[in-house]
Antibody, heavy 120, light 106 residues
Framework: QVQLVESGGGLVKPGGSLRLSCAAS????????MSWIRQAPGKGLEWVSY????????YYADSVKGRFTVSRDNAKNSLFLQMNSLRVEDTAVYYC?????????????WGQGTLVTVSS | EIVMTQSPATLSVSPGERATLSCRAS??????LAWYQQKPGQAPRLLIY???TRATGIPARFSGSGSETEFTLTISSLQSEDFAVYYC?????????FGPGTKVDV
């Protein structure tokens, strides 16, 4: 069965960095587009980043552009999010999510999330 | 950028009643619209995609309709496990933003 397991969250000071990882299993990882989506405490869902199946195309929300970098290692079935220059407003649960295997398909699987807290 | 709105923000209903949730896009997204359900402490779950197709394992009491800019999620007879927050999301254009959500409670 499809599994997405995030790790790497924690407490970090403003201006600091953190690297999130997502371990994928139960499907051919290299066939799927992937995203990071976050949810601040008590708030709604915010799409953060997208990476194509090959890793050649990436998109970012304006709120994280220039600070966050998404990448993937298809040989290790892993997705990453490097977060630099973190701000208090980046505090959220970060979900790893799988898009369907073609352009116009929704997110069909989500991980359980990892909490990132940015505070001094 | 396409702006997604949802109404109402909160919907108070009783078990067994019908619930109707609305989602609006600021410009056409064709039928590339999904609905997700999220319960407290859990990740979202895909309910509906293509505006009207139920995802695998989703009960028939959930139905979706609409196209272009106006969409509706209907829960025909609310069960206790359906009390949750529901989000719509367009996947026609980037950024693929979510609506702000509708909370369905008692």
């Amino acid at each position: 069965q499809v599994q997405l397991v995030e790790s790497g969250g924690g407490l970090v000071k403003p201006g600091g960095s953190l690297r999130l990882s997502c371990a994928a299993s139960g499907f051919t990882f290299s066939d799927y587009y992937m995203s990071w989506i976050r949810q601040a405490p008590g708030k709604g869902l915010e799409w953060v980043s997208y990476i194509s199946s090959s890793g050649t195309t990436v998109y970012y929300a304006d709120s994280v552009k220039g600070r966050f970098t998404v990448s993937r290692d298809n040989a290790k079935n892993s997705l990453f999010l490097q977060m630099n220059s973190l701000r208090v407003e980046d505090t959220a649960v970060y979900y790893c999510a799988r898009w369907g295997s073609s352009t116009y398909r929704p997110i069909d699987y989500w991980g359980q999330g990892t909490l990132v807290t940015v505070s001094s | 950028e396409i702006v997604m709105t949802q109404s109402p923000a909160t919907l108070s209903v009783s078990p067994g009643e019908r619930a109707t949730l609305s989602c609006r896009a600021s410009q056409s997204v064709s039928s590339n619209l999904a609905w997700y359900q999220q319960k407290p402490g859990q990740a979202p779950r895909l309910l509906i995609y293509g505006a009207s197709t139920r995802a695998t394992g989703i009960p028939a009491r959930f139905s979706g309709s609409g196209s272009e800019t106006e969409f509706t999620l209907t829960i025909s007879s609310l069960q206790s496990e359906d009390f949750a927050v529901y989000y719509c999301q367009q996947y026609n254009n980037w950024p693929r933003d979510f609506g702000p959500g509708t909370k369905v409670d008692v």
